[in-house]
């Protein structure tokens, strides 16, 4: 059983950055591509970026430009810098490792952008 742990989580001010990291728990951490969704209060879960298994990323058009995702394989760990953030964005996010027929969520980490 997969257990995607995130943390990075916190309160910034309108224009700062965060890095969040999702540790994934599995031998096989190189095989699973990785997404990060995030769902703010009274609205939908949504995509905001994804690494596939090799490393490839896209994003949502509301972040590209501002967010980055990475993974290190050796560590387990996929990471979403995320810069020039704007109060919308605030919202959980979670990650999710998955590859066909499986996927696992994490409990999600809060994102709080506020001045």
């Known amino acids: 059983q997969v257990q995607p742990v995130e943390s990075g989580g916190g309160s910034v001010q309108p224009g700062g950055s965060l890095r969040l990291s999702c540790a994934a728990s599995?031998?096989?951490?190189?095989?699973?591509?990785i997404d990060w969704y995030r769902q703010a209060p009274g609205k939908q879960r949504e995509f905001v970026a994804v690494i596939a298994m090799g490393g490839i990323p896209n994003y949502a058009d509301s972040v590209k430009g501002r967010f980055t995702i990475s993974r290190d394989d050796a560590k387990k760990t996929v990471y979403l810098q995320m810069n020039t953030l704007k109060p919308e964005d605030t919202a959980v996010y979670y990650c999710?490792?998955?590859?066909?027929?499986?996927?696992?969520w994490g409990q999600g980490t809060q994102v709080t952008v506020s001045s």
């Open positions: 999710r490792v998955f590859r066909t027929n499986e996927a696992y």
């Open positions: 599995t031998n096989i951490f190189r095989i699973y591509h």
